[in-house]
C-alpha cells in the first residue's frame, strides 16, 4: 500500500547550519508529494509541494525535489533559523486517491 | 478570508462517552476531510465529506462517524471513547475543482483526552 517513510528525529542544529530531512515513499503511480510543518500547538500549514517527477517544490529557503527513480522527496534549506523549530511531515496523495498519507514526523530544534 | 476553523480547541471525557468535534471550512471549500494525529505520531485519515456524502474512508472502526451540512462545515462523532482515542483531530479543508484533493488546509485541530 502507500506509505512514507521519514527520517526519524528529534534533529538539533545550530543557526546558520544546512538542513536534511530525509523522505521516501511507496506508492503505486505517480502520487504528489508534499512537505507539511506544525509548529507547536498549531495544526499542519503546507510548506511545498511537488506534483509529478522532476518538479521541485519551494518556499521560505526550503526546498525538495520529486526523485521519481529513487521515490524521493528529501527537504533541504540552506541555512535554517531559530524561527524553523518545529515538527516537519512528509505526505502522498495517490493520483487516484484522496486522502494524503503521512510521515511520523521529523522535530527539528534550531539553537542560536 | 477565514481559514478553517475547529471547536472545541480542547476536550476531556472518560471512557464509554461520545463526544462530537465541529468543522467549518473555509470559505468556498466544499470538501472536508478528517485525521487522527496521535502524540508523536502523523496524521491517519479517517474519512472525507463532499457534497453532504461521505467520500473514502480509512480504517476507522464504525463508532468514528460524521456529518457534513449544506454549508460544507462538518461533525466527527465518535461512540463509545477509548482510552486510544485521545488524540489531536484535524479537519481538512479542500476547494473545489479537477485535482483540488492536492489543495487541503489544515485547521488547528482538537485535543481529546480520554480518561
Known amino acids: 500500500g502507500d506509505s512514507v517513510t521519514q527520517m526519524e528525529g528529534p534533529v538539533t542544529l545550530s543557526e546558520e547550519a544546512f538542513l536534511t530531512i530525509n523522505c521516501t515513499y511507496t506508492a503505486t503511480g505517480y502520487p504528489s508529494l508534499f512537505w507539511y510543518v506544525q509548529y507547536p500547538g498549531e495544526g499542519l500549514q503546507l510548506l511545498l509541494k511537488a506534483t509529478k517527477a522532476d518538479d521541485k517544490g519551494s518556499n521560505k529557503g526550503f526546498e525538495a525535489t520529486y526523485r521519481k527513480e529513487t521515490t524521493s522527496f528529501h527537504l533541504e534549506k540552506g541555512s535554517v533559523q531559530v524561527s524553523d523549530s518545529a515538527v516537519y511531515f512528509c505526505?502522498?496523495?495517490?493520483?487516484?486517491?484522496?486522502?494524503?498519507?503521512f510521515g511520523t514526523g521529523t522535530s527539528l530544534t534550531v539553537i542560536p | 478570508e477565514t481559514g478553517v476553523t475547529q471547536s472545541p480547541t480542547h476536550l476531556i471525557k472518560t471512557r464509554g462517552q461520545q463526544v462530537t468535534l465541529r468543522c467549518s471550512s473555509q470559505s468556498g471549500h466544499n470538501t472536508v476531510s478528517w485525521y487522527q494525529q496521535a502524540l508523536g505520531q502523523g496524521p491517519q485519515f479517517i474519512f472525507q465529506?463532499?457534497?453532504?456524502?461521505?467520500?473514502g474512508r480509512g480504517n476507522f472502526p464504525p463508532r468514528f462517524s460524521g456529518l457534513q451540512f449544506p454549508n460544507y462545515s462538518s461533525e466527527l462523532n465518535v461512540n463509545a471513547l477509548e482510552l486510544d482515542d485521545s488524540a489531536l483531530y484535524l479537519c481538512?479543508?479542500?476547494?473545489?475543482?479537477?485535482?483540488?484533493?492536492?489543495?487541503?488546509?489544515f485547521g488547528p485541530g482538537t485535543r481529546l483526552t480520554v480518561l
Open positions: 505526505a502522498l496523495i495517490p493520483n487516484t486517491g484522496n486522502q494524503f498519507y
Open positions: 481538512a479543508s479542500s476547494p473545489p475543482g479537477t485535482g483540488s484533493y492536492n489543495e487541503q488546509f
Open positions: 465529506y463532499y457534497r453532504e456524502e461521505e467520500n
